[in-house]
């Protein structure tokens, strides 16, 4: 039906769109969903961009609707409650009948939008909304009058700044004038973003070379702020509530949370503001920070990093990463990062924060979940360019999976999917180092190494190995199915073992060994630059294996044939 719609919105419909009076939800008889085709209604929605299907909410909006082509939606970009009827558009809307009509303007009627678009708050935008209103109850309309969408202008403190505030307040009084329901989508939307957090919310704008649109929404954005705002109107429409999937009372706040504490055998899981922690049994094994940890003293905030694991323990307790080491301040437990590329024609090193050219950031926990005696969680970094304009390239999404054990190790997953955000591709040029990496405690140092400020000066033994049985110095840039990085603490052997899934992209890949330092990092950027686009994300694998010993070549290679079975 929204075909004949958009193929000609002047034609009266013939079509049996049910006549029938539609029941509210409390009195008896049957459901929208029960007999779908007596009680279909049709909406429209009108507006401007930030109604529309491809830019704003409309799209989202329909998805929650059982039939979704009983929605046309003739809102148009850049139009202001002005343009939209001298333009002939207010027009087609009366043409096309509906039974329900949402009204959202505000944002193009702003001072400096032209003569042809503005409209003073408080005085002819109230007037066009009044006439919408006159207009759709002569045609046998219902109108629903929508505050506008916000813009989001964050302060510091991580809420909105409204910049729309007159609009809405304009069509509240418009509304409760004219007695017809008001849906107050600036103010939920506020709420729903702030929620959400800064961070979190730009997963839902549109990204382009020129940085984020704080004002329109991308689909997934489309989703949310749709669910919102069928949500709401199913309950100003109360009668109207069976015909949408989404129930009135479900929540709209954004990201989705991930459960505070899952527990699976000996695994359990908790989250908190800043971290999430996966534990077997007391012992931890892994955190993840969402936020960065305090820089120390002296040391530059430029060196803040979040969405990375550390601190990562052995199941007697021995932590084997490090976070802020003072000799390379950028390398943050395990973390995952490239270090020459090129985005629209910017050189953009992710890597080497003091660079100011790029940095990873976590942006939003998806999921936390179990997976039979497994238990893990999903969270989306982003690999932003920091110089002006700052924009985000790649949307990393990682899924963390911890088994349970015997108790004389400790094993983990990590899944990671690099996706383009823009429609510019990201070119990772050959180099030697970059990838997934893997930062050791500052006592693995080389006895030579200088400690910059003089801090941790315990020293104690530690090399790196591969399957090949190959050294630090032999082994750099060798092809290996795992590495290990292993090293004493108080006097007693600790490994940490990453290995590389015979799947992954240049698989086995390279990996880079540090000659001197507590630190290694699958690399297949060794091999040769690759692009990284909407069409061809980068996707790996690997698993890592923490014991209180040294490396057991024997036992490692047998580990990862259980986990490769089909590899020779």
Request: hydrophobic share 35%; net charge negative; proline share 7%.
């Amino acid at each position: 039906m929204c075909g004949s719609f958009a193929a000609a919105t002047s034609i009266v419909f013939s079509i049996a769109w049910a006549v029938c009076t539609v029941p509210p939800v409390h009195a008896a008889g049957p459901s929208c969903h029960e007999t779908a085709v007596q009680l279909r209604r049709t909406i429209l929605l009108a507006g401007d961009s930030t109604v529309t299907d491809d830019a704003g909410w409309g799209l989202g909006f329909k998805e929650q609707m059982r039939f979704p082509e009983d929605c046309l939606n003739l809102a148009k970009s850049g139009r202001s409650s002005r343009s939209f009827r001298t333009e002939g558009w207010w027009k087609k809307c009366l043409e096309a009948k509906p039974d329900y009509l949402l009204i959202q303007f505000g944002h193009n009627d702003q001072p400096g939008k032209g003569p042809e678009r503005e409209s003073a708050a408080d005085g002819a935008f109230r007037d066009h909304l009044r006439q919408f209103i006159d207009d759709a109850v002569a045609a046998g309309i219902r109108p629903i009058l929508v505050t506008s969408l916000t813009r989001r202008r964050w302060k510091q403190d991580g809420t909105i700044e409204p910049t729309l505030a007159d609009y809405a307040m304009a069509t509240q009084v418009v509304a409760q004038e004219k007695q017809v329901p008001l849906l107050d989508l600036h103010r939920l939307s506020i709420q729903q973003a702030e929620a959400a957090g800064p961070e979190a919310f730009r997963a839902f704008e549109p990204m382009t070379v020129t940085g984020a649109d704080h004002t329109h929404l991308n689909p997934e954005g489309s989703r949310i702020v749709g669910r919102l705002v069928a949500r709401e109107f199913a309950r100003l429409v109360p009668e109207l509530t069976d015909c949408f999937v989404v129930e009135p009372e479900q929540g709209t706040a954004v990201p989705e949370k991930s459960q505070s504490g899952l527990v699976s055998g000996s695994l359990r899981l908790r989250e908190e503001e800043n971290t999430i922690t996966i534990f077997q049994g007391d012992n931890l094994v892994l955190t993840y920070n969402k936020v960065s940890p305090p820089v120390p003293d002296g040391m530059s905030p430029l060196y803040n990093r979040s969405g990375f694991l550390h601190p990562v323990a052995s199941p007697l307790g021995k932590v084997v990463t490090a976070t802020f080491p003072a000799d390379h301040p950028h390398q943050h437990g395990l973390f995952s990062a490239w270090v020459k590329t090129t985005w629209n024609e910017r050189e953009i090193d992710f890597w080497n924060l003091a660079g100011g050219t790029g940095r990873v950031v976590h942006q939003r926990v998806i999921s936390a979940f179990t997976e039979g005696d497994r238990l893990g969680f999903e969270v989306d970094l982003v690999h932003r360019a920091e110089q002006s304009p700052v924009v985000d390239i790649l949307r990393e999404r990682w899924k963390i999976v911890a088994f349970p054990t015997d108790g004389s190790y400790h094993g983990f997953d990590i899944e990671t999917t690099q996706q383009a955000i823009t429609d510019k591709p990201l070119t990772v040029q050959k180099y030697h180092y970059g990838g997934m990496a893997m930062r050791g405690p500052v006592r693995w140092l080389s006895e030579t190494d200088r400690d910059p400020d003089g801090g941790d000066s315990v020293r104690e033994p530690s090399a790196i190995t591969n399957d090949r049985g190959s050294d630090r110095i032999a082994g750099n840039h060798q092809h290996a199915k795992w590495v290990s990085l292993t090293g004493n603490v108080e006097g007693k052997p600790v490994t940490i073992t990453m290995m590389c899934h015979a799947e992954n992209f240049r698989a086995p890949q390279a990996a880079r060994l540090h000659p001197t330092k507590p630190y290694f990092v699958f690399a297949p950027c060794v091999d040769g630059e690759f692009v990284i686009d909407r069409e061809h994300p980068f996707y790996a694998r690997y698993r890592c294996l923490i014991t209180d010993a040294a490396p057991d070549q024997k036992w490692l290679d047998e580990q990862w044939r259980i986990w490769c079975p089909s590899s020779p």
